[in-house]
T-cell receptor, first 111, second 115 residues
Framework: GQSLEQPSEVTAVEGAIVQINCTYQ??????LSWYQQHDGGAPTFLSY????GLEETGRFSSFLSRSDSYGYLLLQELQMKDSASYFC????????????FGAGTRLFVKA | DTGVSQNPRHKITKRGQNVTFRCDPI?????LYWYRQTLGQGPEFLTY????????KSRLLSDRFSAERPKGSFSTLEIQRTEQGDSAMYLC?????????????FGPGTRLTVL
């Protein structure tokens, strides 16, 4: 089957750096995406890795290693507003553009 | 308004009733997705359209669920004979086919409560 594993919760302090990991089991996919969702809100796109390596977008960076079946989202200079759920997602090569999301990581940022 | 819109935002219905939800994607987007999300879980793929063609449907989706996108613009999701287990947030997303990242833009969702 195809699945993505993420830690259920992460807690960090304001100003710190936090890494949210995503490990996956899928035969092949187009790329690894990350979405943020605040309570009561819709998921919003953060980052995409089509190739192995690091992608940087402001305070957020994302990394992918296909050989290790692993990716992560790195959040720097944490702010209270970063408290949200973060989902990794893949679009498998087989199955059209069906997108599979992880169960999400709930990030709590403390003052 | 250039975002994805969904109507209604909330729906309360009794078990056994039929419900229909509407999604209006970003106008130039040709891909449209429907997802279901329950508390503490990620969005669960239901179905996907490219223009008006329904190209993928989850095997988890029972025959009570049907979706259409008649003119390649807005889409509807109908649930027949609703069950309490159908209570969830139903999310719609759209994207542009030639985007290198397939960034999906989500609507605010329709929260369904089946009594």
């Amino acid at each position: 089957g195809q699945s993505l594993e993420q830690p259920s919760e992460v807690t960090a302090v304001e100003g710190a750096i936090v890494q949210i990991n995503c490990t996956y089991q899928t035969s092949g996919f187009y790329g690894l995406s990350w979405y943020q969702q605040h309570d009561g809100g819709a998921p919003t796109f953060l980052s995409y890795n089509g190739l192995d390596g690091l992608e940087e977008t402001g305070r957020f960076s994302s990394f992918l290693s296909r050989s290790d079946s692993y990716g992560y989202l790195l959040l720097q200079e944490l702010q209270m507003k970063d408290s949200a759920s973060y989902f990794c997602a893949v679009c498998p090569l087989t199955g059209g553009f069906k997108t599979i999301f992880g169960a999400g990581t709930r990030l709590f940022v403390k003052a | 308004d250039t975002g994805v819109s969904q109507n209604p935002r909330h729906k309360i219905t009794k078990r056994g009733q039929n419900v229909t939800f509407r999604c209006d994607p970003i106008s130039e987007h040709n891909r449209l997705y429907w997802y279901r999300q329950t508390l503490g879980q990620g969005p669960e793929f239901l179905t996907y359209f490219q223009n008006e063609a329904q190209l993928e449907k989850s095997r988890l989706l029972s025959d009570r669920f049907s979706a259409e996108r008649p003119k390649g613009s807005f889409s509807t999701l109908e649930i027949q004979r609703t069950e309490q287990g159908d209570s969830a947030m139903y999310l719609c997303a759209s994207s542009l086919a030639d985007s290198s990242t397939d960034t999906q833009y989500f609507g605010p969702g329709t929260r369904l409560t089946v009594l």
